[in-house]
T-cell receptor, first 113, second 115 residues
């Protein structure tokens, strides 16, 4: 089976930087995704990591360490609109085809002025 | 290009009834996955269909079933509804290629309330 842990809630200040951590245990690792979900809306894709290292995309960066089962999402120059839930999800290859994504329960990020 | 669409957006049913939800994937996407989202459990994987075949299944009872049509549109059915089935049901599509970076894109979801 798979297990994904991330903090339930975090608070940060507008203009600052925040790092959201995600740890996972899985076999057949086949990629880690980060999604953003605003209240009442569908999740939207933010980033994808399958190799160790940092992937940067504008104000958002995501890091992966496969040996540690660890990832983080880094958000810079925080804006009020970044207040949302951030979901870490792992895809594992089962041999019969890629599995569906297993999601963490999400980190609710609150941005304060 | 149009995104993933789901119908209906909201649904109210009573215990014991059954319900069918529909999902139309992004054009060219052959894989459709279904998820249940609740405040307590978060997003949980139900099943994935590719080329009209169920490829993967999560840990849900047999009351939850699905199918996919030749045009890649998918339906999921829940029979004998229980109060605990109240949730947001999300559909996601991807190309279904063997490559790793095959991103899933989510639809707006169907909010099911069971009374």
């Amino acid at each position: 089976g798979q297990n994904i842990d991330q903090p339930t809630e975090m608070t940060a200040t507008e203009g600052a930087i925040v790092q959201i951590n995600c740890t996972y245990q899985t076999s057949g690792f086949n990629g880690l995704f980060w999604y953003q979900q605003h209240a009442g809306e569908a999740p939207t894709f933010l980033s994808y990591n399958v190799l160790d290292g940092l992937e940067e995309k504008g104000r958002f960066s995501s890091f992966l360490s496969r040996s540690k089962g660890y990832s983080y999402l880094l958000l810079k120059e925080l804006q009020m609109k970044d207040s949302a839930s951030y979901l870490c999800a792992v895809r594992a290859y089962s041999g019969g085809g890629a599995d569906g994504l297993t999601f963490g329960k999400g980190t609710h990020l609150i941005i304060q002025p | 290009k149009a995104g993933v669409t789901q119908t209906p957006r909201y649904l109210i049913k009573t215990r014991g009834q059954q319900v069918t939800l529909s999902c139309s994937p992004i054009s060219g996407h052959r894989s459709v996955s279904w998820y249940q989202q609740t405040p307590g459990q978060g997003l949980q994987f139900l099943f994935e269909y590719f080329s009209e075949t169920q490829r993967n299944k999560g840990n849900f009872p047999g009351r939850f079933s699905g199918r996919q049509f030749s045009n890649s549109r998918s339906e999921m059915n829940v029979s004998t509804l229980e109060l605990g089935d109240s949730a947001l049901y999300l559909c996601a599509s991807r190309k279904g290629l063997a490559g790793r970076k095959d991103t899933q894109y989510f639809g707006p979801g169907t909010r099911l309330t069971v009374l």
